[in-house]
């Protein structure tokens, strides 16, 4: 007879995509998640659809290839920056610091250094509702060009149901600065959303609760101090998404009443709808891409992205305070997806 300990230990398991070391964790009501030990990467989550059958809900690399080559960054974990570094470089502290720039033919440093990285498995647990997953990677002073900081940064995943009954992916990330010295560090997360039957995101309903649009100049880097900021009302909403194309970052969140940022992906044909959740507090930015340039699937799905600071946060004076981590000291992200079905259906 199967056990509770039997049943612990088969909720996590090491998977694999071509070759490339995955971790697989199952929760009992049937919702799956796997990640990649490169990078971190959430590669797939799915969970029990409006009639039972597990669907997909995010767009996740499909094979060791395309793992590597980080086309859209999709499900990547960003640490120590998230987006993009003007010119691949950045004053901290009094010194000049120069990054590697990503494969893109231009001079920026993307996402940060750990999206190829090999994440080490920390801790698995459980509880009577929750699977929960627990990654880590260090960044060292010698590692990485123009990063000469220690950092110990943890990733959990987690699995679980809502108090109405609605499937949730949690991710928590935790930067710790494990030097002598203070750290630039601003972490985000990048999952890419999608709606079982809807093969494009296009009769999709998008609502980003924000004030604020982030202008950029033609490298999507923001425009200097106030000239970044243009006002919008309220929740933003593109009803629906078709003939919109976003690469923006949206900033001046509005928590609702639960003190959350909700931003809520919704068929309006099925009923069905995503929320990525994040702390206001934590993280003061969403951006939204819609896939249009990515190499498959364009428009198949939305990343809908949390992160702590906007685009080139080591370059602006507005957001110098906001960056530095002190010896000793954590940072933490929190962010969950909330997979609802039609009131009624389970």
Known sequence: METASDQKRASVQRGDLDGEPTWVLTHPDGARLEVAERGA????WQAPGADGTPVDLVDGYLSAAELSAQDGYRGAVLAPWTNRVRGASYSFDGAEHRLEPAATGRDEALHGLLTQARWRRAAATFSDSDRMLRLTATIDPDTYPGYPFSLEVTATYSLGLGSEGESRLGLELVAVNTGEAPAPVALGWHPYLRLPGHETIDDLVLEIPARSRVLTDFSLIPLPGEQAYAGVAAPVRYAPLGGTRLDDAFTHLVPDDGGVVATVLRSTRTGES????????????????????????ARASVAVEPCQTMADAFNR????????????QARQLVSDIVYRRPEGQA
């Not at 990467?41 to 797939?44: M, V």
């Not at 003061?284 to 498959?296: E, K, P, S």
């Open 41 to 44: 990467t959430l590669l797939s």
């Open 274 to 297: 995503l929320t990525v959740e994040q702390e206001p507090v934590q993280a003061t930015v969403v951006h939204v891409f819609t896939g249009d340039a990515l190499v498959r699937g």
């Open 317 to 328: 004076p507005d957001s110098a305070d906001a960056v530095v981590l002190a010896p000793g």
